[in-house]
């Protein structure tokens, strides 16, 4: 995996999503904005126009693919298309502080979104908040405070692509790992994370 990547990756439609994004970016407060972004990325899933790189149909093995398709010079927000194998799924995490919208580009993804509770020190408990199972065509966005959640490929044999637009490019987040000694199964440690992107060609 890379560390970084900026170079934008063409693909059919590539103008026109730019365009919609760009609109909706442009819509006022984060509120506004992520509400734009999941009716624009709701309908440009739906069209037939844009088509996302081949490359985002291919699945790693030991980890779920994150591709950098598209960095705006004028906005600052990233896209990045996520390819989800069999199984393949995160722990439960946060988005840096950023906010994003996602959307299910193919196939079916398990989303769950937590509560942060409490802290004591290192230590985060969590209560699950409510899930859903998103299937194509379908988005849904994450603002702070409330970024937390899971995201998992239940299927067996079907891989599953989703598009990410964050505030900014994020290169990092906070994992939450379960604690081992805890039998209610809500306390969480927290671990650093610097995210990577896969090679998108």
């Known amino acids: 995996m890379n560390a970084s990547c900026c170079e934008p990756v063409d693909f059919p439609g590539q103008a026109k999503f730019i365009a919609a994004v760009d609109a909706a970016v442009a ?3 984060q509120h506004a904005v992520t509400a734009a972004l999941r009716n624009a990325l709701c309908a440009l899933i739906r069209d037939t126009e844009v088509q996302l790189p081949c490359c985002v149909q291919d699945a ?3 980890h779920y693919a994150r591709r950098e398709l598209y960095r705006s010079p ?5 896209v990045v298309a996520m390819t989800w194998g069999p199984g393949q799924g995160t722990p439960l995490h946060d988005h840096s502080g950023l906010w994003c919208v996602e959307g299910v580009w193919h196939g079916e993804l398990e989303i769950t979104q937590y509560e942060l ?3 004591n020190g290192d230590r985060f408990r969590f209560r699950a908040a409510g899930g859903m199972l998103a299937g194509p065509g379908s988005a849904g966005s994450l603002i702070p405070p409330h970024e937390y959640h899971t995201i998992r490929n239940a299927s067996a044999d079907r891989i599953a692509v989703s598009l990410h ?3 900014a490019e994020m290169a990092c987040c906070a994992k939450f790992q379960p604690l ?9 440690v927290r671990e650093a994370a610097t995210l990577a992107t896969d090679k998108a060609a």
């Open 165 to 167: 637009i964050y505030q």
């Open 60 to 62: 790693i093995v030991d």
């Open 180 to 188: 081992a000694s805890d039998a209610s199964g809500e306390w969480f």
């Open 27 to 29: 819509s006022g407060d």
């Open 117 to 119: 509770l409490e802290t």
């Open 74 to 78: 004028q906005h600052g927000y990233s």
